[in-house]
């Protein structure tokens, strides 16, 4: 298996509603990733996750809570956001050290907050 | 800290026109540099990827890049393009760093091809 996998795919989301997000991986990679992509932007890096511990928040607004439960999962719970928040959400996972050959992105979530 | 530069922020051709992309980075450790592409409404996919070897890379859809460690530059090209080649294309260098590997990526290249 050397995929990502999220679901949804798509999330419609009212601003007082609580949804989460889910990434899942099998390819035993160590480190993982969750990233934002407003259209017509490159993605921008939200968290960083390796061997499950969280070792990046870049100023992540607190309304976005990330859980990394075991090696093979990554969580991303929304709450109380806004519309601007509107946007693809991509999980990515890799080896956490050496050469990034597996370096894999998945399809994303693409969540529109009405 | 590592960037990456695309200048050509959109590029029109016609069909079977040559491509060529620029990239420029910016990182003092060892370099290992991707091209995405992007489809309209559609997820990242890897189009090529350079670790360390033959500077010349080539990837899937008849895409190839060329790592000049002198230019500090990875320009994507390809030599006759398509209307289905029509997308984002985004360049990405990757850090390593003690237990993730943090990609940044450059502002990304619309390409339109005119049939």
């Known amino acids: 298996d050397t995929e990502v996998t999220q679901t949804p795919k798509h999330l419609v989301m009212g601003m007082t509603n609580k949804k989460s997000l889910k990434c899942e991986q099998h390819m035993g990679h160590r480190a993982m990733y969750w990233y934002k992509q407003k259209a017509k932007k490159p993605p921008e890096l939200m968290f960083v996750?390796?061997?499950?511990?969280?070792?990046i928040n870049e100023s992540v607004p607190s309304r976005f809570s990330p859980e990394c439960p075991n090696s093979s999962l990554l969580n991303l719970h929304l709450h109380a956001l806004q519309p601007e928040d509107s946007a693809l959400y991509l999980c990515a996972s890799s080896q956490a050290n050496g050469v990034p050959y597996g370096y894999t992105f998945g399809s994303g979530t693409r969540l529109t907050v009405v | 800290a590592q960037s990456v530069s695309q200048h050509n922020h959109h590029v029109i051709l016609s069909e079977a026109a040559s491509l060529e992309l620029g990239c420029n980075y910016s990182?003092?450790?060892?370099?290992?540099l991707f091209w995405y592409v992007q489809y309209p409404g559609q997820h990242l996919q890897l189009l090529l990827k350079y670790f360390s070897g033959d500077p010349l890379v080539k990837g899937i859809k008849g895409f190839e890049a060329e790592f000049i460690k002198s230019k500090f530059s990875f320009n994507l090209r390809k030599p006759s393009v398509q209307w289905s080649d029509t997308a984002e294309y985004f360049c990405a260098v990757i850090a390593i760093s003690g237990g993730y590997q943090k990609v940044t990526f450059g502002t990304g290249t619309k390409l339109q091809v005119i049939p």
């Open positions: 996750y390796s061997y499950e511990k969280l070792s």
């Open positions: 990182y003092g450790g060892t370099v290992n």
